[in-house]
């Protein structure tokens, strides 16, 4: 059964939209339709957040956690919206080909502290950019102060996602992605219920066009810049990542209408949405702010020295997103951009190696996880891995040479 989506009762578009006129006449009918459902949201799980509701504190988690780890039918008188959830969960599309998803998972975990970097220094601002779409985050201040927690979760959840198989049922990239769609849902609920939620400005919280985006952010985006920055993809590989996430998003509860099958698609989807949101303010400035804050804790287990990774970070964010991108989100312009295009040729002449060792493939792919994982648990220390002596060499020599710089 597909997810069924619901309309709100406030008719009007959101004023978060900007530019309809702009984007009516360079995107079409696309604009009218992606207009439409900033409204909608995600019935099927809110309906097991309701259902939830209404147990004894406790229940409902253990009744999720049995049926992803055993399967609903061993759960004893599920409750009919956990079971509609799982029959949406487990139907899945035509166009779904398990290896096919696993060469984009590999594709993505091969390019390793890279892969971290696009995704940190350009998917997460990125999605803290839009102020409509940020508000859920902000209502607390919660990310603000926990950061480094919620950067971990985003990794954990590519890292799950990204593994060979790691979305088939009983996975942990399906159980994780299962998880984080009933949080959504459950933030929905105490945002509407706190009576504070603009919906004629914002739309609904966390609605199925902010979602589309994200698996844009996770797709075609770090395939854009991971390849700017000299990571090579063969066409397979990149048409892989956009099934792979597609797929993901399929999962969450968007609607088949907004997934992009395509990775022109994924860009136009990107576009379109970029050109009709406002820009960053100062709720995106200071969730960026604690990013970069964030990303020194998160490199100590890795890196020798962590003093580098801020202007790192600004350095590599503004490559990927432009100067004019990079200025709205706060990111300051760095003395270590004169060192990307050594970066850049490290990376090519890595993936030159790659790409002609017959076992280049099989040890990158090995490596990037080990990396991704060892980053995320907290275990990884930096002498080990190639890829992150790189980045640290590039990015201490120029903290030297600007520090002596300074004392001249």
Known sequence: MSPTLSISTVPEIPTRLVNLDRARATFGHRADILAGFLHRTDPLAEAVVQAFSEMAPGKGKRVLDRALDEGIE??????????ALFEQLHETPFWVDPEQLAVGGRAMLRTGIFGLFALGAGSLPLSYATPAANKPLTFSRRLVEMAPRRILDTMRFHLHTCTPGGLAPGADGFKTTVRVRLVHAQMRRLLLAS????????GAPINQVDQAYATVLFSAYPL???????????????????????YSGHLMGVDATLLPATEAEARRFGELYELTQERPDDDARALVRALVNAAPVLGQSYFGRTDWIPGA???????FLGPQRADDLGLPASSYAALTPLLRAAVVQTEAVRRVSPRGYDFAVRAGTAIERGIVE??????DAKQGGIVEALFGAGRRNAARAEES
């Open 378 to 383: 907290g275990g990884l220390k930096g002498g």
């Open 224 to 246: 854009g810049w991971l390849s700017k920055l000299g990571v090579h993809f063969t066409a397979d590989e990149r048409d892989a990542a956009i099934q792979l996430w597609r």
């Open 195 to 202: 009576k504070g939620w603009n919906h004629a400005a914002w």
């Open 74 to 83: 061993r759960v004893p008188s599920p409750p009919r919206a956990l079971v």
């Open 313 to 319: 970070f600004s350095t590599l964010a503004r490559f």
